[in-house]
C-alpha cells in the first residue's frame, strides 16, 4: 500500500513531464519559420506501480506517476523519400529545359538575326544579280551577304560552345556541391551517433541532415537508407557516397572542350567523341552513372551527339552537328552550280564558299580541320569572280545564276536541313518544358505533403501549450492539496479535545 509522500512524487513527475512539454512546444513556436525545421513532440508514459518483492506485502495498483520517454520528430520517412524521389526527377528535367531554352534562345529562330533569314537574303542576292546580270553591285553585295551567312554560322557554332563550356563550368561546381554535402552528411552521421548513445536529443542535427539529402537528391539522385543507430547510407548509382560516417568524393571526367565533344582533336583531326561523366576521385575510370538530379541534366545536355544519327545525343552536340551540316550542303550545292558557270569575262567559275566534302567538285584537298560550320568561308574576293552564265550562252546570261537562287526552296538543300532542325529543336524544348513543369508540379506537392506533416502549426502548439498547462495547473493543485493532508496528518493528529 503506498504511502501518503509517493502521491508527491507522482505530482512532482508531473511537473516535471509537464514542463518539458512546454519547452517543446516553445521551440517549435520560435522555429516556425525556420526552414527544414521539423516539428518536434514530448512523448510522455505512465510510469508502473511498484512491484512488491516481500510475500505479505500488498499494492494499491496506483502507478507512480509520468515520465518523458523521448522526443520525437514528426517526420514521415516515406513523405521524405518520395520527397527525395520528385526532386531527383524533377530538378534533371529542370536541367534539360534550362539548356533547350539558353539554346533556342541563342539560335535566334525565327528571327531577323538568325541564320533562316541569312539563308533567305543569300538566295535574294543570287535572284538580284541574276535579274542584273550586267551590274557589278549586285554581285557586291551577293559577296557580301554571303559573308554575312558565313559570319552567322560561325558565330551560331561559337555560341554552342560557349553554352557547352558554361555548362561544364556549371556541372564541375555541382559536383564540388555534391562532395561537401556529403562530407556535411558522414560529420553529422557521427554527431547524432554520439548524441543518441549518450542518451541526447539530435533532433535539430537530424533536420540538418534531412535538409542535405534533399539537396543531394536534387543534384545527383541520391538515394538514401537509414539504420538503426540513427545514421543513413546515401548511394549514387548504386554506388556508396556515404557509408555511416566515411564518404568519397566524386570527379567530373571526360571531355575539357567542347571539340572533344563534337569529335575533333586540337589540331582539329577527326576523332572519336568523348563525352563527360562521374567518376570516383580516388578510382579515376570507375565511373558513377547518377539516376537523377541537376548533375544527371547537366551530362545529357554535354553528351556527344548520337553516332547513329538519330538526334538523340547531347543538346548542344546535336545542335553543333545539323550546322555542320548546313555548312556542308550549302558549300556542294552551291559550289556544283557555281563551277559549271562562266563569269562575264569568260573564266569558269570555281568553287564560291571553301569545298568541305569530297562530293563537292571543286574538292581539291584532304579532309577539312574542324568543323564545317567554322571552316566555311567565302572563296571568291573580288566581284567579277561571281559567275552566272551557262558555258556558252553569253557574258550576260544568268541560267546558272537562276538556278543557285532556286536552291533556297530545294527539299534536300541547306534551307530545309536547317528548318528540319529548327524543328527538331523547337519540339523537343517544348517537350522538355512541358515535362519539366509536370514534374515540378509532382515535386511541389511532394513537397506540401511533407511540410504539412512536419512543420510546426502554432495555432496547433497554442492549442497544446494550453492543454499542457491545465495539467501543469492541475499537478500543482495536487501538490497543494497533498501539503494540507500532512500538515492535518503532522500538526494536527492528537491535538483533538486539547
Known sequence: MSSTFSG????????????????????????????????????????????????????????????????????????????RTQTSGAATLAALSGAYSTLESGLGEPGGSGLSAQLQTFWNAWHDVSNAPDTGSTRSVLLDDGRQLVDTLHTQYTNIATQWSDARTTTSSLVDQTNALATNVADLNQRILDITNNGGSANEL????????????????????????????????????????????????????????????????????????????????????????????????????????????????????????????????????????????????????????????????????????????????????????????GAYDASIGQQIAALGTSTTGADAVWSQAVVEIGNRSAAAASRSSVAESARASAEQDQLGNASVDTDQETVGMIATQRSYQAAARVLTTLDDMLDTLINKTGLVGR
Open 206 to 393: 537530424a533536420d540538418q541532415r534531412d535538409q542535405a539529402l534533399t539537396q543531394l537528391a536534387g543534384l545527383v539522385g541520391a538515394t538514401v537508407q537509414s539504420r538503426q543507430d540513427g545514421q543513413v547510407d546515401v548511394y549514387v548509382g548504386g554506388n556508396a557516397l556515404v557509408f555511416g560516417a566515411s564518404s568519397r568524393a566524386l570527379a567530373l571526367g571526360g571531355a575539357q572542350v567542347f571539340s572533344q565533344a563534337a569529335g575533333y582533336a586540337t589540331d582539329g583531326t577527326p576523332t572519336t567523341p568523348q563525352d563527360v561523366h562521374l567518376e570516383w576521385a580516388d578510382t579515376p575510370g570507375q565511373r558513377v552513372v547518377p539516376t537523377g538530379g541537376t548533375v544527371a541534366g547537366q551530362l545529357m545536355v554535354l553528351a556527344p551527339a548520337a553516332a547513329d544519327g538519330s538526334g538523340t545525343g547531347g543538346v548542344l552536340a546535336e545542335a553543333a552537328q545539323r550546322l555542320d551540316q548546313v555548312a556542308t550542303r550549302l558549300a556542294t550545292d552551291v559550289n556544283t552550280l557555281h563551277a559549271g558557270a562562266q563569269t562575264v569575262a569568260g573564266s569558269n567559275g570555281g568553287a564560291f564558299f571553301t569545298p568541305l566534302d569530297p562530293s563537292d567538285p571543286t574538292w581539291t584537298s584532304g579532309p577539312t580541320h574542324g568543323p564545317a560550320a567554322l571552316q566555311i568561308s567565302v572563296a571568291l574576293t573580288t566581284a567579277d569572280q561571281v559567275a552566272v552564265a551557262a558555258p556558252g550562252a
Open 8 to 83: 508527491i512524487s507522482t505530482a512532482l513527475s508531473s511537473l516535471i513531464a509537464q514542463r518539458t512539454a512546454l519547452d517543446v512546444a516553445g521551440q517549435n513556436i520560435a522555429n516556425a519559420n525556420t526552414p527544414g525545421y521539423t516539428r518536434q513532440r514530448a512523448d510522455l508514459g505512465a510510469v508502473t506501480g511498484s512491484q512488491v518483492p516481500s510475500m505479505f506485502a500488498t499494492s494499491d495498483g496506483v502507478g507512480t506517476g509520468v515520465q518523458v520517454t523521448g522526443i520525437s520528430r514528426a517526420s514521415d520517412p516515406f513523405l521524405d523519400a518520395k520527397l
